[in-house]
């Protein structure tokens, strides 16, 4: 059975940091195999991708993100990781991690709650 876990959310001032951390357990080595991606859904939004990398390590980042997140992957540990700073209001979300190698085989986590409030 496949499981995803994030932890590291938290309340934090703007301008601050945090450091997102997910672990994927249950693919073994056919993690590698799956793109990984953080999405988030702020209270009365829609979900949003935020960051993401493929299997081939392409990244990509949303626009209201780009230059302050930077997100990284283990394939031996099968974890992935995002460091978000500057943080700002609007970064204000219950963030998930996601493990998909395509729509009949993607994993969520149950989310870890980012507040930033001064």
């Known amino acids: 059975q496949v499981q995803v876990v994030e932890s590291g959310g938290g309340l934090v001032q703007p301008g601050g940091s945090l450091r997102l951390s997910c672990e994927v357990s249950?693919?073994?080595?056919?993690?590698?195999?799956?793109?990984v991606a953080w999405y988030r859904q702020a209270e009365g939004q829609q979900r949003e991708l935020v960051s993401s990398?493929?299997?081939?390590?392409?990244?990509r980042y949303s626009e209201s993100v780009k230059g302050r997140f930077t997100i990284s992957r283990d394939n031996a540990k099968s974890t992935i990781q995002m460091r978000m700073n500057s943080l700002r209001v609007e970064d204000t979300a219950v963030y998930y991690c996601n493990a998909a190698i395509n729509s009949n085989y993607t994993y969520w986590g149950q989310g870890t709650q980012v507040t930033v409030a001064s």
């Open positions: 249950g693919l073994g080595r056919m993690f590698e195999f799956y793109a």
């Open positions: 990398i493929t299997n081939s390590g392409r990244i």
